[in-house]
């Protein structure tokens, strides 16, 4: 049972879902917009006895995620763009040594310092491996202060389900917003065994080591198999998308986190112009909705895709790698801060419904 809706800002949800879910330790560094996070949990885990590090730079604070993970807590770091590149080295040493941790990313517009406006041009970082190696994150995109809370929560179920880094990738928007969130009595907390956890011999034989160092090329590349594999069960097992509207459109509209939020007013504005829109979010932008993308592209009814980001054309290439040619994709995007409105989003289907080129 839910209780009754309160007023809370994204980050602090952010900071009070992980409380829920079983995090008593998290590591950060402040950078705006997601400082309240940081905020809150500096308030909130002296109440509770739990741990709380401002570090000295991000790079310290997610050596330090590295370490509480490998002890086999549930820990979590936020930050924002460019504390999130600082942080990638140790990323890329919690996806060798698989290691359950959230990691938060509250984008800001960039590339180098560049504001502290909303923006999405963290997708390639985040859905690619933004540290070395072949690894992957899943990355998890709320479109919802609601959303903020309960993704978070799955975050730490997957983090220790499948035993690497879970990303929340939200925007500076989203973060800095105020919603009613309804907080559940109860959470579904998923406890998983870690018997790898480095917590002292006890009566084990051997010491439990935690690396991700393997000079052997051999046993490394069996080592990078075993990853691949488990991938590959995520990939099968964990997307989450939304569909909207997809049965008689004739314009699909891919889009996540805020701009999915703007899109919706458009696809109403649209209907009323009779031009029927539809729209495929997706929730996890890795793994990617792919299939529901593909499988769209081929009905008869869709004539065209529209995707609607935060950046110069992110997410547009899986939406292309997905449609495969079937149907034209077209972009609309905006930069530095700026939000699409819904009269450009709507001027563009319009274009592409009277057939203008992509």
Same mark, same amino acid.
């Given at each position: 049972?839910?209780?009754?809706?309160?007023?809370?800002?994204?980050?602090?949800?952010?900071?009070?879902?992980?409380?829920?879910?079983?995090?008593?330790?998290?590591?950060?560094?402040?950078?705006?917009?997601?400082?309240?996070?940081?905020?809150?949990?500096?308030?909130?885990?002296?109440?509770?006895?739990? /741990?709380?590090?401002?570090?000295?730079?991000?790079?310290?604070?997610?050596?330090?995620?590295?370490?509480?993970?490998?002890?086999?807590?549930?820990?979590?770091?936020?930050?924002?763009?460019?504390?999130?590149?600082?942080?990638?080295?140790?990323?890329?040493?919690?996806?060798?040594?698989?290691?359950?941790?959230?990691?938060?990313?509250?984008?800001?517009?960039?590339?180098?310092?560049?504001?502290?406006?909303?923006?999405?041009?963290?997708?390639?970082?985040?859905?690619?491996?933004g540290g070395h190696g072949d690894y992957r994150n899943i990355v998890i995109a709320p479109a919802s202060v609601q959303e903020l809370y309960e993704l978070t929560v799955e975050a730490f179920n997957l983090a220790d389900k499948y035993r690497m880094c879970v990303m929340i990738l939200g925007d500076g928007t989203l973060g800095q917003m105020m919603?009613?969130?309804?907080?559940?009595?109860?959470?579904?907390?998923?406890?998983?065994?870690?018997?790898?956890?480095?917590?002292?011999?006890?009566?084990?034989?051997?010491?439990?080591?935690?690396?991700?160092?393997?000079?052997?090329?051999?046993?490394?590349?069996?080592? /990078?198999?075993?990853?691949?594999?488990?991938?590959?069960?995520?990939?099968?097992?964990?997307?989450?998308?939304?569909?909207?509207?997809?049965?008689?459109?004739?314009?699909?509209?891919?889009?996540?986190?805020?701009?999915?939020?703007?899109?919706?007013?458009?696809?109403?504005?649209?209907?009323?112009?009779?031009?029927?829109?539809?729209?495929?979010?997706?929730?996890?932008?890795?793994?990617?909705?792919?299939?529901?993308?593909?499988?769209?592209?081929?009905?008869?009814?869709?004539?065209?895709?529209?995707?609607?980001?935060?950046?110069?054309?992110?997410?547009?290439?899986?939406?292309?790698?997905?449609?495969?040619?079937?149907?034209?994709?077209?972009?609309?995007?905006?930069?530095?801060?700026?939000?699409?409105?819904?009269?450009?989003?709507?001027?563009?289907?319009?274009?592409?419904?009277?057939?203008?080129?992509?």
């Open positions: 049972m839910a209780q009754k809706r309160v007023l809370m800002k994204g980050n602090e949800v952010i900071a009070e879902a992980a409380l829920r879910a079983g995090c008593r330790n998290y590591f950060g560094y402040p950078i705006t917009p997601q400082t309240e996070v940081m905020h809150y949990m500096a308030k909130k885990m002296v109440q509770i006895g739990g /741990n709380f590090v401002q570090a000295e730079s991000e790079v310290s604070a997610i050596n330090m995620v590295y370490g509480a993970a490998a002890a086999g807590a549930r820990v979590l770091t936020s930050s924002s763009s460019p504390g999130i590149s600082l942080k990638q080295e140790g990323i890329s040493y919690i996806a060798g040594a698989e290691l359950p941790a959230v990691v938060v990313n509250i984008v800001r517009a960039g590339p180098g310092l560049g504001g502290i406006q909303p923006a999405q041009g963290d997708y390639f970082q985040a859905t690619k491996g919603e009613p969130v309804a907080f559940r009595d109860v959470e579904p907390i998923e406890v998983y065994e870690k018997p790898w956890a480095c917590t002292g011999r006890g009566e084990r034989k051997e010491h439990n080591t935690v690396t991700s160092i393997y000079i052997d090329p051999d046993v490394l590349e069996a080592k /990078n198999r075993e990853l691949q594999d488990k991938y590959a069960v995520i990939e099968k097992d964990e997307v989450r998308y939304e569909a909207y509207g997809l049965e008689d459109a004739e314009i699909v509209i891919t889009a996540f986190s805020t701009c999915s939020r703007i899109s919706k007013n458009v696809i109403r504005q649209a209907a009323e112009m009779g031009i029927k829109v539809g729209m495929i979010r997706p929730i996890t932008l890795w793994p990617f909705p792919s299939k529901i993308i593909s499988d769209t592209a081929a009905m008869p009814n869709v004539k065209a895709f529209l995707d609607v980001e935060l950046n110069a054309g992110q997410m547009i290439e899986d939406v292309r790698l997905a449609v495969n040619g079937q149907k034209p994709v077209y972009f609309h995007g905006r930069m530095g801060g700026n939000l699409p409105t819904q009269k450009e989003i709507l001027d563009k289907i319009i274009e592409i419904h009277n057939g203008g080129n992509n």
